[in-house]
């Protein structure tokens, strides 16, 4: 049996949402020149994830190895260059990204159980029907839970205007 375990798909979703929740803030460390004040996170990410992966990855295999690159990536890359591109071109706390970033990742979790609980009811017993619901589903959630939301109605005005010129 070639395929991998649900605990190792959730473990490469948790993957996926820590590496992206870091490209805005590193897009703003980058595009204001913060690169030397973040070396050190970079080095100890690079050899956290490197000692972790060897350590990890001996007694849990491929487990191991996605939950010390989740770990490096969110200790590392999120928690610590937040701090310093707060402090550094902010001039405040991160707390609050922090917290707004919990709340999201909570909801994130949410809307992730209730499409896995519809993909495993009866009527979604074929691949088609189960891509469909995991297209669909947690889109509709999401727009429900959010379209108040300043951030969205930013994000409308952008594709607004993109989709005018």
Not at 52 to 74: D, V
């Amino acid at each position: 049996n070639l395929k991998l375990s649900n605990s190792d798909m959730v473990l490469f979703c948790v993957f996926f949402y820590a590496l992206n929740i870091n490209i805005v803030p590193n897009l703003y460390l980058g595009g204001n020149g913060l690169w030397w004040e973040c070396k050190a996170p970079c080095i100890v990410e690079a050899l956290g994830n490197l000692v972790f992966n060897i350590i990890l990855g001996k007694f849990f295999g491929i487990k191991g190895i996605l939950l010390s690159t989740i770990i490096t990536l969110i200790s590392c890359n999120f928690i610590w260059r937040n701090y310093i591109l707060f402090k550094k071109y902010f001039d405040r706390s991160p707390i609050k990204l922090f917290l707004e970033s919990l709340f999201y990742l909570f909801i994130t979790i949410i809307i992730g159980i209730i499409t896995y609980w519809i993909c495993t009811l009866p009527f979604a017993k074929f691949f088609f029907i189960k891509l469909c619901i995991c297209c669909f589903v947690p889109n509709i959630l999401f727009i429900l839970l959010y379209f108040k939301h300043t951030y969205f109605n930013f994000s409308v005005k952008i594709l607004q205007n993109m989709i005018k010129k």
